[in-house]
């Protein structure tokens, strides 16, 4: 283990023998780094929290830190991060809380730009992209290979479906459906990830269901729940398809039109 002589790390922590830590950062004691990762200066790991493999933690980073809501007493919660992470300068990650279920997750792959903030009980799964100074509230669930533009916002107990790419400046405050884009304030459906789609390997069949889909679901005149019914009746049983109406069946904020 490579430990800077000005870095404090308790003696209760835990952390994989190839762990790297650079000057002034400190480590607490409920800690625990998996193998390969390298924590760069001045960075503060407190609280309950896991980091998993070869992860990357640059300057200035708060990892584990209390939540902002006045209701959190000091309560033991979690974070949890999983393996291959860039966590950039200045971002802040933040345990959960009691009436979240207590754990903030955080998947695999991900890449948390400069000043990005994911607040309590949030979680984010595998392959996302949190640019500049993107804010999480509390309760967020990002699903897998989001890309969330830098300034933009997402309100407390949203969603946002996998492949979904937030445009820089967004207020997100509904839930934003698989595939798709969102930009503006409030933010609004702005077309489909194609893209992004494209990239992670979906056919060019499976992105023309999706295209009928977001025609039907948000461009004709049907009512919401009509909408869903003749898209499942249509294209229902195509794995796309099902996550999407699954997705907007079980949405309690509302979705983003």
Do not use: W
Not at 136 to 152: M, Q, T, Y
Not at 165 to 186: H, L
């Amino acid at each position: 283990m490579s430990v800077h002589a000005t870095a404090i790390v308790h003696p209760d922590a835990k952390l994989h023998a190839s762990v790297e830590v650079g000057p002034y950062s400190i480590i607490g004691p409920k800690v625990k780094i998996g193998a390969g990762s390298v924590i760069g200066s001045h960075v503060v790991i407190e609280s309950d929290t896991t980091l998993g493999e070869r992860n990357r933690v640059f300057h200035h980073a708060a990892v584990g830190g209390q939540p902002q809501d006045l209701k959190y007493a000091g309560e033991p919660t979690r974070l949890v991060i999983g393996d291959d992470n860039m966590i950039r300068e200045f971002t802040t990650l933040h345990i959960g809380t009691d009436g979240g279920g207590g754990i903030t997750r955080i998947g695999n792959k991900n890449l948390f730009m400069a000043y990005s903030h994911v607040a309590h009980d949030c979680t984010v799964g595998n392959g996302c992209v949190l640019a500049n100074s993107v804010a999480l509230a509390g309760h967020v669930e990002v699903s897998d290979f989001v890309i969330v533009g830098g300034l933009a916002a997402v309100h407390q107990f949203t969603r946002i479906g996998k492949h979904a790419f937030i445009a820089g400046g967004s207020m997100v405050a509904m839930d934003v459906p698989p595939y798709c884009t969102a930009q503006g304030d409030r933010a609004e459906l702005a077309g489909l990830n194609t893209v992004g789609l494209s990239r992670h390997g979906m056919t060019d069949e499976q992105i023309g269901r999706v295209k009928e889909a977001y025609r039907i679901l948000f461009r004709s005149k049907l009512g919401l729940n009509e909408a869903m019914s003749r898209l499942k009746a249509e294209h229902g049983g195509h794995s796309e398809i099902d996550h999407m109406l699954e997705f907007i069946g079980s949405s309690k904020r509302g979705i983003t039109r």
